[in-house]
Structures are given as C-alpha cells and as structure tokens.
C-alpha cells in the first residue's frame, strides 16, 4: 500500500471484521497546491441545498496563512463568506477551546449554513462544536500537521475548568496544501509527531479496556498507519529537514488516526494516558497562570513516560492488586476538585472490577502477551522525538521536574477512563516510581 492509497479509507462505508459498520468521514482528503482554491467545489458538493452563508474561523496567525485565502476563495465563487476571527484572550497567549469562547462565537457565526476551520487543534475544536450545535457542516482547512482532530468527532474543550472530551462529527472535508505544512513553524509539526506517537500507548490502554471490562476494541482500527507509520518514525531527521514525504506521511497519520478515532466512537485509539499527563499540566496551568506548551509536545513526553510504566507493568509475574485510591486529592486540584472527583468516581466500579479480575485464571497471561506487541520502548519513543527536534524532556516543554511529577502522579484522577496509570496504581508501582521513571527518562 502506498502512503496516499492508505488514504482510501475515508468517504467509505464497510462491514468490518470487529462486527461494527464504519461510515468513515470526512469524505474528501484534498492534499493539493492548489487545495484552497477548490474549497468552494468541495464545499458545494456538501452543502448543496443551502443559501451560501459560510463562517470562515481563524485566528490572527492562521488568517495569514490560509484564513483570508480560503474566505476569498468562498466570496469569489458567490458565497456569502464571513471572517470570523478567533481572539487571543491575552497578549502573548493564543486562543482557547472552552465554553466562554464557543458562546462568544456562536453569536457571530449565527445564520452560517458552514462553518470552515482555518487553523489547527483550538480552530478546528471550535469549528466542530459550533457546526455540531448548528447541525451544518463543517470543512477544515489544516494549518499545521500539529495534530489527529482535523479528521475525528471528537472536541477537546475546558469545561468548568476540566479538560473534556465532547462528541461531536467530523468535517465532511479536510484541505492543504504541503506547502502550507511544509512551512509551518517546526514546533507545530514536532507536536504533530508527538501526538502520532502516542498511538503505542493509547492502544495499548484501549485494548486494556476490551479485555478487562468488554469494550468494543477494533484491530483494523489500531493498524490503519501501520504501512506509513515509518516514513517518519523510522527517519525522524528526514521530517526535522521538512522533507515533502516525511511531512506528507506525517499528516495522514494523523488524519487515520483521527478515522481510528471515528471508527471506535471513542477516542480511546489515540488517548490514553500520555494524554492525561499533558492535560493535567494544562489545568495545572488554569490553576497558577504558569504558561504550559503544545499539547502535542506535552504528550510526546507522556508518551515516554507511560511507554516506561508500561514497561514495569509488563515485568510483574503475578499481579497482587491493591485497593483503588478512594478519592482524589482536593488539596492539589483546588477550585477544580469537584470537577476532578465527578469524573474520577466514574471510574470506580473499572477500578474495582479490575482489582478482582486481574488475579483470576489466566487473564494477567493473556493480557501481557495481547499488550506487549502493540508498544514501543520508551527508549524508541524517546530518541524518535529527540532526533526528530521535538520535546521529549521537561525542559522541553517549560516544565520542571517538580511539575512533571505532580501532573504525572495526578493524571490518573482527571479523566474516567482506565488507563496503565490506573493500572500502575493498582499494582502498587504508583506513585512511588513517577520521580525514578522522570529522572531516568525526562
């Protein structure tokens, strides 16, 4: 398979071997030179019964660079095309993904039969949510191949200060052009490569969840960037030199993993744990205004250090679970410790069932040997991040190690869903391992 025909994927509708139905969207994958200039033809083909009233986002970085394009490139073909500009909610600071933000967009997007996305992962967050509760369609023109939501349901936001995950649908379309990609500030597609990478981890999670509590798990799924995966985690130096295959094989992982994501009806293919570090450091960030970075960057070195409690998970003989922590730590989440605490007493009843059923036959057995080939080393992840130019330490990503080990001993308490840090608590190697784990590998 070559690296675009791994792309075939989506518009379609088939019957899969997990027993589920994929309807997989978006329908169209426009990688072009001249990708913005067809946004008016691809935008007709699915919204063709409508007035022609279309909501152009972006913010002042991204209108630069694809935003008042693509709004011409509407106006010129005779839609009615507003430029709706995301704000800063400082100097210094770029847009965020949350209830106040959405409620002061919708007011200016109201009457719009499409709402386009010019930007990446806060841009396209907002896109969705604001077209989801206006149930019109949404198109995405990619900034950056910083990030897997330009093709997923899934939205991202803080609510209540808590960082959620909201269904919502994917865009009927995603457009670029490689040398919109291609110039990109490096940082963007360094997160990109990041959040690729999690992918180990967060499989690995998911599929915890298929055996211990009979989720729905989808191997077609997990193995759709399998024959482009090492284009660029096999040559790291070959994306740091922006080279057109690297950057292009880059993207469209993270546009199938974002199908994953569409296929499973659940983020679970591409967010596990290494994705509950880089949240919790964002909320930390809520709580004492220290700044925080790329959530792509923050999850590389997730990645690292769950890739390692997996690694020290899988080394256990015989599993004597302990009890599941009772509650959370209200001290440390301050103001946000309700919100916290509601999320993590739904995952009570996983904890437990887990503690029950990790001793019992052989489900310990058949749990290693069915995780162990879905996970990188840390060390691969490690050096692919490194020689790729990306953060992989925490003075990459404006962390101390202070602060990486509070995110990384909270992390497990943020979200319901069961990952190796749950299962890492319960096996006792939480949290007295987290400050070896970051001196030896952060």
């Known amino acids: 398979m070559t690296r675009r025909n791994s792309l075939s994927i989506f518009g379609r509708t088939f019957e899969c071997d997990c027993g589920r139905t994929h309807r997989v969207t978006p329908y169209e994958i426009i990688y072009d030179p001249q990708a913005l200039a067809q946004l008016p033809a691809v935008c007709r083909r699915h919204c063709p019964n409508r007035s022609r009233r279309a909501a152009v986002l972006m913010d002042v970085r ?7 394009q693509a709004a011409a490139a509407l106006a010129q073909a005779g839609w009615e095309a507003l430029e709706v500009l995301v704000p800063d909610p400082a100097e210094g600071t770029s ?18 039969d499409l709402i386009v996305s010019a930007g990446a992962g806060v841009i396209n967050d907002l896109g969705k949510w604001l077209a989801f509760e206006m149930d019109v369609p949404a198109a995405a023109v990619a900034t950056a191949a910083s990030m897997n939501g330009y093709s997923s349901a899934n939205v991202a936001p803080t609510v209540e200060g808590v960082k959620t995950l909201l269904r919502a649908r994917p865009p009927v379309a995603v457009l670029t052009a490689p040398a919109i990609l291609k110039d990109a500030p490096y940082e963007l597609t360094a997160a990109g490569l990041g959040d690729a990478l999690a992918k180990s981890v967060s499989s690995a999670d998911w599929y915890l969840n298929h055996l211990l509590f009979g989720d729905h798990y989808c191997a077609k799924s997990v193995g759709l960037v399998t024959q482009i995966e090492p284009l660029y985690l096999e040559h790291p130096s070959d994306l740091r030199g922006r080279k057109d295959e690297a950057v292009a094989a880059l993207f469209d992982a993270l546009l199938l993993t974002g199908a994953a994501m569409t296929m499973a009806e659940t983020s679970a293919p591409a967010s596990g744990g290494e994705h509950l570090i880089s949240h919790s450091l964002d909320m930390m960030s809520s709580l004492d205004q220290r700044p925080h970075d790329l959530h792509g960057r923050q999850v590389g070195v997730g990645s690292v250090l769950t890739a390692e409690l997996y690694r020290r998970v899988l080394a256990v003989e015989s599993p004597r679970p302990l009890d599941p922590p009772a509650k959370v730590d209200h001290r440390f989440w301050g103001p ?10 739904q995952k009570a009843d996983r904890l437990r069932q887990a503690g029950e059923k990790l001793p019992r036959g052989d489900t310990w057995d058949r749990l290693r040997e069915a995780v162990q080939p879905l996970l990188r080393t840390p060390r691969q992840i490690r050096d692919c991040l490194a020689a790729a130019g990306a953060a992989y330490r925490a003075e990459d990503i404006r962390c101390d190690r202070a602060r990486l080990l509070a995110a990384f001993v909270h992390s497990h308490e943020i979200r319901s869903r069961f990952t190796v840090l749950d299962l890492a608590w319960l096996l006792g190697i939480m949290p007295q391992a987290a400050g070896e784990i970051i001196d030896m590998w952060a």
Do not use: I, S
Request: with cysteine; glycine share 8%.
């Open 336 to 345: 946000l410790a309700d919100g916290v605490a509601h999320h993590f007493a």
């Open 62 to 68: 991204t209108r630069e660079v694809a935003g008042r």
């Open 95 to 112: 847009p965020t993904c949350d209830e106040q933000t959405k409620n002061l967009l919708a007011a200016r997007v109201a009457g719009a």
